[in-house]
């Protein structure tokens, strides 16, 4: 079992930044891939950003293209903890954003363990 556990979301003008952070606990952090999520009002469970694993993919990353250039993810194994960087937000970014532990990238079926997340709103 792997426990996440997202904090940093809160409410943030257009144009500033966030930083999301995921401390994990449990079975070893390093080997999974870790992924950011998020789902607005109405909608589905979307795609963000994910990392590979250091050791054997050399933490690859990949964002969605609706968020590439503005969000980086990264991680720090000595601390178990997955970060999301989040600048330029803008009010389309406004959603409640789950952490996630896996071995896919981008589909949530890849992925078993997830965060309670945490809200994120850009107010205009």
């Known amino acids: 079992q792997v426990q996440l556990v997202e904090s940093g979301g809160g409410l943030v003008q257009v144009g500033g930044s966030l930083r999301l952070s995921c401390a994990a606990s449990g079975r070893p952090f390093s080997t999974y891939t870790m992924g950011w999520f998020r789902q607005a009002p109405g909608k589905e469970r979307e795609f963000v950003a994910a990392?590979?694993?250091?050791?054997?993919?050399?933490?690859?990353?990949y964002y969605a293209d609706s968020v590439k250039g503005r969000f980086t993810i990264s991680r720090d194994n000595a601390k178990n903890t997955v970060y999301l960087q989040m600048n330029s937000l803008k009010p389309e970014d406004t959603a409640v954003y789950y952490c996630?532990?896996?071995?896919?990238?981008?589909?949530?079926?890849?992925?078993?363990?997830w965060g309670q997340g945490t809200q994120v709103t850009v107010s205009s």
């Open positions: 990392i590979k694993s250091i050791t054997g993919s050399r933490g690859r990353t």
């Open positions: 996630a532990a896996g071995a896919g990238v981008t589909a949530t079926e890849a992925y078993d363990y």
